[in-house]
């Protein structure tokens, strides 16, 4: 479910030729500090395919967290369906296809904008 409850599926990879999930925790000083770039991500690769969604686990100071950072994006919470992704650490960030499948590698740790357009460019 996204944040605000409602359902979601795979069918969200669609319609984007390039999903990049990151997944943060509230208490991560890194995985906050980058989700302004993150966001400024979206809007600049918006039109080009892309979509960027946040995953999410603790629900204590989420809701502070996306109101203080401004975000836009799509933010779910984690269930099961994401173990497949997860390296036990965050910030923890993977590329899909529009299948849903995995692209590139797997990334460790927050970066710049700079650092994730880099990236971005290269999977697009």
């Known amino acids: 479910t996204d944040f605000d409850g409602n359902a979601v599926d795979s ?3 669609a319609d984007y030729t390039l999903t990049m999930i ?38 204590d100071g989420a ?10 994006y ?14 036990g650490y965050v910030p923890t960030t993977v590329f899909v296809n529009s299948g849903g499948e995995m692209v590139g590698s797997v990334q460790i740790g927050a970066r710049s904008y700079d650092e994730w357009a880099a990236i971005v460019e290269e999977l697009l």
Request: hydrophobic share 40%.
């Open 11 to 13: 069918g969200i990879f």
């Open 22 to 59: 990151n997944f943060w925790e509230p208490w991560c000083g890194p995985c906050v500090a980058e989700m302004p770039d993150l966001q400024k991500l979206q809007d600049d690769y918006a039109d080009k395919g892309f979509l960027l969604i946040g995953v999410y686990s603790t629900e």
């Open 63 to 72: 809701a502070q967290v996306l109101e203080s950072t401004g975000v836009s």
């Open 74 to 87: 799509p933010i779910l919470r984690y269930t099961e369906d994401f173990a497949y992704f997860q390296t």
